[in-house]
């Protein structure tokens, strides 16, 4: 039976509405790729399941703008500043990401808030009659990834006031993750792409590009961050060509460059032949200039489309956007001898380290620290770690509570192959402790760098920040 979107609360308003904990739980209960509970590596959930169960749900995809983002490198800062610039301009917005640092309603924000836990629970017990009616239908590849976006889709549906634009963060790829249920869509952003899940997305980063590229859509925009793989523009540019999309390449649309930084953050110039503008965003190394102007340049094609979107809304809206988790200082104050500061930064690609290196030295004046290391099972030690490396004086190896977490001690064997200097190396088996071991360790004005997985920077929020951690998750007002 086929629901439409306003007919669900209606239907299902009788319904035993679960708590938090029961919706977590429930949603857990299905195959999860990020916490590896099913068996082969690989996506567990293809665009057919999708589909057909959002059909099932009256397809509360259908009805609204919709900005699609993917890429390596950025989509999480990317989509939290285009998200802030459209608040900001007056037009109500859901934004869907992924992963999490701390709790899933983080991936679901309204207005860019997450949504309420009792919200969350109540969205999945609406739904979950229309879970298992699929499920006996025959669709057996329903996964914990699946329902969330649909959970995402069936809450955006129903807010009120009316969503007027949902931003979509990919999780895995683009031509055939989940989110790709769009036939039309306003924007399609691709970021800048880097080698990663090479045994799903392909061994180059052409191959990469083409998959994330399979998010342009016909008649759409496709927005293109800067890219330093050549064959990365080449297959984002035949894309789009296929489907007639248009093309901005931000690179040779824009003239970017860093006029001024701090600990504060940063200031850069945009220049076109239609102007320049100067904008400000708090979140530092060049990396998120690359963001930063991405965004501005996607909210620029949208008022080329007519929508009321200025270069003020632009500026107020990046000057706003805080990530956390992305060189985020948590403890700590730089120049002053009365402690180590601590810096998190969830770096797990070479790519990202190596933006997390030069960031460390042109903005704290890092010569040698300590880093505090975790990561994802999937992920290329050796490729992360030669970039920290030349700044490492100890190295704390460690996991998070993730199942899919690498053994720091295998980390550690990796570490101490690649290591060019004395640095001393010690293996923890959990982030609290691998952070208490850090600081006894430090000099007094030294900097702790925790980094690699965004579930080890999760923790170490909690740990330092404790009760503020969540708080800072939801855009600045």
Same mark, same amino acid.
């Given at each position: 039976?086929?629901?439409?979107?306003?007919?669900?609360?209606?239907?299902?308003?009788? +319904?035993?509405?679960?708590?938090?904990?029961?919706?977590?739980?429930?949603?857990?209960?299905?195959?999860?790729?990020?916490?590896?509970?099913?068996?082969?590596?690989?996506?567990?959930?293809?665009?057919?399941?999708?589909?057909?169960?959002?059909?099932?749900?009256?397809?509360?995809?259908?009805?609204?703008?919709?900005?699609?983002?993917?890429?390596?490198? /950025?989509?999480?800062?990317?989509?939290?500043?285009?998200?802030?610039?459209?608040?900001?301009?007056?037009?109500?917005?859901?934004?869907?990401?992924?992963?999490?640092?701390?709790?899933?309603? $983080?991936?679901?924000?309204?207005? /860019?808030?997450?949504?309420?836990?009792?919200?969350?629970?109540?969205?999945?017990?609406?739904?979950?009659?229309?879970?298992?009616?699929?499920?006996?239908? /025959?669709?057996?590849?329903?996964?914990?990834?699946?329902?969330?976006?649909?959970?995402?889709?069936?809450?955006?549906?129903?807010?009120?006031?009316?969503?007027?634009?949902?931003?979509?963060?990919?999780?895995?790829?683009?031509?055939?993750?989940?989110?790709?249920?769009?036939?039309?869509?306003?924007?399609?952003?691709?970021?800048?792409?880097?080698?990663?899940?090479?045994?799903?997305?392909?061994?180059?980063?052409?191959?990469? +590009?083409?998959?994330?590229?399979?998010?342009?859509?016909?008649?759409?925009?496709?927005?293109?961050?800067?890219?330093?793989?050549?064959?990365?523009?080449? +297959?984002?540019?035949?894309?789009?060509?296929?489907?007639?999309?248009?093309?901005?390449?931000?690179?040779?649309?824009?003239?970017?460059?860093?006029?001024?930084?701090?600990?504060?953050?940063?200031?850069?110039?945009?220049?076109?032949?239609?102007?320049?503008?100067?904008?400000?965003?708090?979140?530092?190394?060049?990396?998120?200039?690359?963001?930063?102007?991405?965004?501005?340049?996607?909210?620029?094609?949208?008022? $080329?489309?007519?929508?009321?979107?200025?270069?003020?809304?632009?500026?107020?809206?990046?000057?706003?956007?805080?990530?956390?988790?992305?060189?985020?200082?948590?403890?700590?104050?730089?120049?002053?001898?009365?402690?180590?500061?601590?810096?998190?930064?969830?770096?797990?690609?070479?790519?990202?380290?190596?933006?997390?290196?030069?960031?460390?030295?042109?903005?704290?004046?890092?010569?040698?620290?300590?880093?505090?290391?975790?990561?994802?099972?999937?992920?290329?030690?050796?490729?992360?770690?030669?970039?920290?490396?030349?700044?490492?004086?100890?190295?704390?190896?460690?996991?998070?509570?993730?199942?899919?977490?690498?053994?720091?001690?295998?980390?550690?064997?990796?570490?101490?192959?690649?290591?060019?200097?004395?640095?001393?190396?010690?293996?923890?088996?959990?982030?609290?402790? /691998?952070?208490?071991?850090?600081?006894?360790?430090?000099?007094?004005?030294?900097?702790?760098?925790?980094?690699?997985?965004?579930?080890?920077?999760?923790?170490?929020?909690?740990?330092?920040?404790?009760?503020?951690?969540? $708080?800072?998750?939801?855009?600045?007002?």
């Amino acid at each position: 039976m086929r629901f439409q979107a306003h007919e669900i609360e209606d239907r299902l308003f009788a +319904a035993n509405l679960m708590n938090f904990q029961e919706a977590i739980d429930y949603i857990q209960s299905f195959p999860d790729m990020e916490r590896a509970t099913f068996g082969a590596r690989g996506p567990t959930m293809g665009l057919p399941s999708m589909l057909s169960l959002l059909e099932r749900m009256g397809n509360p995809h259908i009805g609204r703008n919709t900005i699609h983002v993917a890429g390596s490198k /950025g989509k999480g800062s990317t989509t939290a500043m285009i998200t802030r610039i459209l608040e900001e301009a007056g037009l109500k917005t859901s934004t869907f990401t992924s992963p999490h640092f701390h709790d899933y309603r $983080e991936r679901i924000a309204i207005g /860019g808030i997450p949504v309420s836990e009792e919200l969350f629970a109540k969205g999945v017990a609406q739904l979950k009659p229309i879970f298992e009616a699929e499920k006996a239908a /025959g669709n057996g590849s329903l996964a914990t990834f699946g329902l969330l976006t649909a959970l995402f889709f069936h809450l955006t549906a129903n807010a009120q006031p009316k969503v007027e634009w949902q931003i979509v963060e990919v999780g895995l790829g683009g031509r055939y993750d989940v989110t790709n249920v769009f036939s039309s869509k306003e924007l399609a952003i691709i970021t800048p792409i880097s080698l990663e899940h090479v045994e799903v997305l392909g061994s180059t980063q052409t191959e990469i +590009a083409a998959n994330k590229a399979g998010i342009i859509v016909p008649k759409c925009t496709a927005i293109m961050a800067l890219q330093k793989d050549s064959g990365a523009k080449t +297959a984002i540019g035949r894309r789009c060509r296929e489907v007639q999309a248009n093309f901005v390449d931000v690179a040779k649309a824009y003239k970017t460059r860093i006029t001024n930084f701090d600990l504060n953050g940063q200031t850069f110039l945009m220049e076109s032949p239609n102007g320049s503008h100067e904008f400000f965003t708090p979140l530092l190394g060049s990396h998120q200039v690359t963001n930063a102007s991405t965004a501005a340049a996607a909210a620029f094609a949208l008022a $080329e489309q007519g929508h009321p979107i200025t270069a003020e809304h632009i500026a107020k809206g990046l000057k706003k956007t805080i990530v956390p988790g992305r060189f985020e200082i948590l403890s700590g104050e730089p120049g002053k001898d009365d402690g180590p500061v601590i810096v998190a930064d969830s770096a797990h690609n070479h790519e990202s380290a190596q933006a997390l290196a030069l960031t460390l030295k042109s903005v704290l004046g890092v010569e040698s620290c300590i880093f505090v290391l975790g990561l994802s099972a999937d992920k290329n030690v050796s490729a992360v770690w030669k970039e920290l490396n030349p700044l490492c004086r100890l190295c704390v190896t460690t996991k998070s509570k993730n199942p899919r977490s690498f053994d720091p001690s295998e980390i550690a064997d990796v570490v101490s192959t690649l290591q060019s200097n004395e640095a001393k190396i010690i293996v923890s088996d959990s982030v609290t402790d /691998g952070i208490d071991q850090a600081k006894k360790l430090a000099r007094n004005g030294e900097v702790i760098c925790i980094t690699g997985s965004i579930y080890v920077v999760g923790e170490a929020r909690e740990y330092l920040l404790k009760e503020k951690a969540k $708080e800072s998750l939801q855009l600045q007002r």
